[in-house]
């Protein structure tokens, strides 16, 4: 035979994935430059082992540094194998019939030596990078055994396949082209006469156009995936001969049409061998077609995010063999009956979220199937609490959120789901206590947040990593030993609870996010912080990044845990009864920090120096406490003040959702609205000095607000440079001097308060100053002040007249204007103009009014996610 016998053990050469595990487990590992990577020298060398190499074309393949090896590449950052160059001698293997050479792999390619592989039956190129292998289609082509080729993932596009005519694979049964970028018609496109072809994979491949009507002439089709591209349009109509058809798969693309259409130009004769029907966010309108129940193979449907409406055909109950059914996000409106699922034997999957569908199931109905996912978000399963999913014990995802549930929480729902990862009820009106004990529970996550539960918080799931119990009526006080090890987000905000926060938080070393926000907890905050830990890693807070123990009564200086705390973003302690000073070491040891809210508690001390190296805060409110001392000049080091932050601002990784709730009034906003806020609040201390000129730098800022301090010296001429403001309050102060005329530059403000300084001269004139609300309250207690609105003559004015003017504005009440705060968020009102002392009751009630706003921030569990979203099983 031949000189060199290279010859495969096993069924594949899997070096590139070996390399790709090995280089994808090693990553972190300090490397150093050049040299291999261990256990990536081990997969060549275990790979070389597999082979039998008389020839010795891989006798270089020894010693301890593999970067070194002939055709391997190593990154020079990194250490890591980057490229390993396809051997020529594979085209001495004349006989191969199965060849794998998928994987993370970067060859400098040159296929010359595939067409010489002429009984390959098996060709997986996944991954290998073909974008400048100008040859691959005519190397390929020259194939004719060829029945399974892979070529997903390998950087093809248009500019490759435009030159290929007729092909040569006349065996070909799979043609896998998945994840290139082709950004060309499918009509031309070089497989469509294929007559072999059974499964044809072309998902996310950027084709566009329509569906040609080539795709008739393959009658031996079974599989068409088609998913995520940019085709338009039904299929063809005369596809009478696709008998065969198995799983046909065009979610993401733009059908534009009714789905009783598209699915009358399935064959007929395929109805029975359909197994798969998948046109998920397609663009599609209409109703299912009432013959769907004669469809009776069907395992799959999935045809959710688009606009289906009427109701939901009694046929569906028919589909015996359908396991999985998901028609979420449509606005089929029916009432769902028994019949409806009558037959559903092996029905696992099932979701019928966000659409406007009724129960009308008898509570005695015994399903005949058993569930692994059920999900009914958004739908009128209610008010009583579902009795037929009592039958469910397999049930693994559970999704009842928003779905009008009114009715006390079954006692077998803590039985039958007591398998259950994921059980989510929130938005809904559930009543009753929790069990006070939740240990037996396998759930990973349990959200069951916006009822209204009373009783005790439970003992938490031993494998919880996610529990929501916020907005409902919990008192009590915390479980003493709160044991679980894998709780990574804990969130119980606003509910009744009281006691103090036990020590045994401190366990909870994994905690990403903590919420025990509006509550009536008391005592010292928690202390979970000794000195002799100070270097430890993997304690309490070590991980988290989102921190709210906000409107309780809670007492002790700043926590001292939060100097481990690197990730934190996220800081709400405001409205508590916390003292002492706020730490120097913010900025080194919380670099991250964006959020930072402290309002409403007893700090004092000055605003540290450094706190302006926090160079991605971006919302300071350290109001109503008891800070004094001056502003630090070094306030232009706020970076993320500096920005004007725009819609595209990226935010790394916590993009997903924020909400800001306020009160009762629940709102949610978009991350998208949230991260535009820029804010500083160094409201009602007693700061005094002047305000910095570098103030004027922080172009980003939406409000500024430091009123109620004693604050000297003129306002910077530069305000005007604040485009950004939507809110200025600087009143309550001692400022003095005139008005810079550049405050008629702020053309977004809607709240500004000026009132009570003793600042002078002509009110400065502008399209939105004047458009503003409560015009005189604007500028009330500056006796000096003229122009309009305050009436007052500037020519005649003189400052003697001051205490003169201050009586004429104080007849009895005023409607004083609100220090805008948030975008429209919060208005204050109303308060008595007596004398000097109203400034005292001015605080209070301003301390009562003002915003309960605090941001939720949530970031992906991927793990724990992906259950949770859709998609296929
Ligand atoms: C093996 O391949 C190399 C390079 O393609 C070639 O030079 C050599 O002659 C081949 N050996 C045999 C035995 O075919
Ligand atoms: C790695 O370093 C070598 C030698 O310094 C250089 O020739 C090569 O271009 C570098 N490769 C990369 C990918 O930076
Ligand atoms: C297609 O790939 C080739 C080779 O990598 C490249 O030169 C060309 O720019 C690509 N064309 C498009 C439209 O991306
Ligand atoms: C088809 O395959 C044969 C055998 O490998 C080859 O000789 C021929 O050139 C191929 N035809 C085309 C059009 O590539
Ligand atoms: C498909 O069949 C039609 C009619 O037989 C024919 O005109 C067309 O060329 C065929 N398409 C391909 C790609 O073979
Ligand atoms: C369809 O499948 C049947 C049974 O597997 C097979 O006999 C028949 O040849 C197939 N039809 C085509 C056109 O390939
Ligand atoms: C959905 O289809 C309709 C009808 O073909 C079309 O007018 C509309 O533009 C499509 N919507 C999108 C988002 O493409
Ligand atoms: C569906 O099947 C039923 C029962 O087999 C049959 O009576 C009915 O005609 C079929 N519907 C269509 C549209 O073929
Ligand atoms: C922690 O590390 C710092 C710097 O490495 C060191 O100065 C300090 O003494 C250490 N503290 C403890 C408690 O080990
Ligand atoms: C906070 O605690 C103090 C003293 O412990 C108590 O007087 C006050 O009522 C508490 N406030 C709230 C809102 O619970």
Known sequence: MTKLALLVRGTALLICLLIFQASSTSHGQASVSGVCIGSERDALLSFKASLLDPAGHLSSWQGEDCCQWKGVCCSNRTGHLIKLKIPSQFGNLTKLQYLDVSG????????????????????????????????????????????????????????????????????????????????????????????????????????????????????ALQVIDLTGNQLVGLIPEKLGNLCNLTRMRFSGNNIGSSIGEFMGRLPKCSWNTLQEFSVQYANMTGNLPGWIGNMTNLSVLQASKNMLTGTLPIGVGALS??????????????????????????????DLSYNPLRSAINQKWVPPFRLKVVKFQSCQLGPIFPEWLKWQSDIDVLVLSDSNLDDVIPDWFWVTFSRASILQASGNKLHGSLPANLRHMSAGYIHLGSNKFTGQVPQFPINIARLNLSSNFLSGSLPSGLNAPLLEELLLANNQLTGTIPSSICQLTSLLRLDLSGNHLEGDIMQCWKESDANSTNLFGWNMFSLALNNNNLTGQFPKFLARSSQLMFLDLSYNRLFGGLPEWLPEKIPQLRILRVRSNMFSGHIPKSLTSLHRLHYLDIAHNNISGSIPWSLSNLKAMKAVVSQDTNYNFYEDSIQIIMKDQKRDYTFAIYKLLVILDLSSNRLAGQIPEEITLLIGLTNLNLSNNQLTGAIPNQIGDLRQLDSLDLSFNGFSGAIPSSLSALSYLSHLNLSYNNLSGVIPSGQQLQALDNQRYIYIGNPGLCGDPVGRNCSTHDAEQSGLEDIDHMPSVYLAMSIGFVVGLWTVFCTMLMKRTWREAFFQFVDMMYDMVYVQVAVRWAHMMEKTQDGAP
Request: hydrophobic residues 40%.
């Open 321 to 350: 063999n359908l396991n999985h059914l998901d028609l979420s996000h449509n606005k089929l409106d029916s009432v769902l009956v028994e019949e409806h699922f009558a037959g559903l034997l092996n029905l696992e999957y099932l």
């Open 104 to 219: 993370n792999y970067y060859p400098d390619v040159a296929l010359a030596w595939l067409p010489r592989l002429s009984l390959l039956r098996h060709l997986d190129m996944t991954y290998v990078d073909l974008g400048s292998a100008r040859d691959w289609f005519q190397s390929v082509n020259m194939l004719p055994s060829l029945k399974v080729l892979g070529l997903s993932g390998c950087g093809l596009n248009s500019t490759m396949s435009a030159s290929i005519s007729l092909s040569n694979l006349t065996h070909l049964e799979v043609l896998d082209m998945s994840g290139n970028n082709f950004y060309t018609s499918l009509k031309h496109a070089w497989f469509w006469n294929l007559k072999s072809l059974k499964e044809l994979y072309l998902s996310g491949s950027s084709w566009i156009g329509s569906i040609p009507s080539d795709l008739a002439n393959m009658t």
